[in-house]
């Protein structure tokens, strides 16, 4: 975990936890039984790439696959409960580049109360193209769906999503 110099250390703290959850559930629980070997990426991958880690298992031979891990997320930074209902999709970084939805990770992986939700990062996309229909701009501070998100002073553009809207396209990984 490679923290920017615009994640408050909560986030950071968060993001770190959340990518070492999910490294255990890989290595101890696997994907449809199999069990997964680990590695984080370097801090160039991390950066440019937008991936967290790398995991393979040596009943698929010479397939590897990377994957960026997303906290549980508050709505408002000053919320006091992270919550499962709306997750943020980050479609331009804060200098205007893209967003971690168009990296290079073959994974979303969001973070959720009872585990997480892994995505298909190509799948993410088409959905989240699906969606841009319902995507709009307004200059009230309310966190709704589909609305478009631009911080003061950064180049940054999100979109709050339902979750349900995801559900379809992915899995879900728990420790249960």
């Not at 880690?53 to 397939?63: A, D, L, R, V």
């Not at 508050?74 to 168009?102: C, F, H, M, P």
Request: proline content about 3%; overall charge positive; some cysteine.
């Amino acid at each position: 975990m490679y923290r920017n110099k615009y994640d408050n250390s909560d986030c950071a703290e968060r993001g770190k936890s959340a990518e070492e959850r999910f490294k255990l559930l890989l290595e101890t629980k696997g994907i449809n039984g199999y069990r997964m070997t680990v590695t984080y990426s370097t801090k160039i991958e991390n950066i440019n790439n937008h991936i967290d880690m790398w995991f393979e298992s040596s009943k698929i031979p010479n397939k590897r696959f990377s994957a960026d891990v997303k906290a549980r997320k508050r709505l408002n930074r000053s919320d006091a409960n992270l919550q499962d209902d709306l997750i943020w999709i980050e479609l331009k970084n804060v200098q205007g580049k893209n967003g971690w939805l168009y990296g290079d990770a073959d994974y979303i992986v969001f973070e959720i109360e009872s585990g997480f939700l892994i995505c298909p990062k190509d799948k993410l996309i088409a959905q989240i193209e699906k969606l841009k229909p319902k995507f709009f701009e307004s200059n009230d501070n309310s966190k709704v769906p589909y609305k478009l998100y631009s911080r003061k002073n950064r180049k940054d553009l999100l979109v709050l999503i339902p979750i349900e809207e995801i559900l379809p396209i992915s899995f879900k990984l728990t420790s249960r």
